[in-house]
């Protein structure tokens, strides 16, 4: 099977985009391999598809069926890289949202854009006390279609964070499960350090960004903060917006395109 795709770099979570038709019965295996070592090395992997709304410019499917931010950041902004819409704000369709999703996309290079997308509604959010090792890790858990987060404000040592995994993997049902600890830095400013996994493709990574943990983060401290939030992590900035309408957006710089060859 010959796979055409593009790789993006949504602060720096490496995003490749499998641009051709690729049976969804194959999503799983090419996933596991195309974000491997010998072939792409990526955080993630998402499939241009068809829109299934008529009002959508590009649909887009990840591998396991979950929701991503920052890919559908990626969608979007491959959708004007190849020029299948010239207006500034239009729809795409993503796996684990209801709904089309508005974007807002505008070039800064002819490689660099900086993409703004619409996040589903949170479906629950709920207090939520991790006891590992003796000690609680007290925060919140954010549902979302497709993903759920468990946000909290602590910065725990790295080999707790498969702990804390398996403990949420008996209490959540969702497709995808991510571990986002935060810490503030400054008004307006906070610090995230994102462990996201996929059930479906078994996959458990420390992401560079993660458009779906920052929007979280955001829900996590709406009650207090009103204001667009600037969230760092490994690999950059997400600002996150919550309201009526929740939003993200970064830089979403294209790294390379072509083909890759799978037996």
Known sequence: MIIDFVKTSPSQNTTVLVTSFCPPIRYIEVARKVMGHEYLCAEQIGFIVPPKNGNSVVGLEMAGGEFCGNASLSAAAYARYKGYCDDVEFNIDVSGAEHPL?????????????????????????????????????????????????????????????????L????????????????????????????????????????????????????????????????????????????DTNYISTDVRFICEGSVFID
Request: overall charge neutral.
């Open 102 to 166: 508005k974007c807002c996309v505008t070039p800064k290079t002819s490689f660099v854009y900086r993409a703004k997308c619409e996040m589903p509604q949170p479906i629950s959010i709920r207090g939520f006390t991790a006891k590992i090792r003796g000690r609680d890790l007290t925060g919140t858990i954010i549902e979302l279609e497709g993903i759920s987060h468990f946000v909290f404000e602590q910065w725990p040592e790295l080999t707790l964070f498969d702990d804390i995994l398996e």
């Open 168 to 243: 949420l993997k008996d209490k959540i049902v969702a497709k995808a499960i991510g571990i986002i600890p935060y810490r503030k830095l400054g008004e307006l400013e906070y610090e995230i350090k994102p462990y996201v996994y996929v059930r479906d493709t078994n996959t458990r990574v420390f992401e560079k960004g993660c458009g779906s943990g920052s929007l979280a983060l955001g829900l996590h401290l709406k009650n207090e903060i009103t204001e667009e939030i600037k969230v760092r992590q490994p690999g950059g900035i997400i600002y996150v917006e919550t309201g």
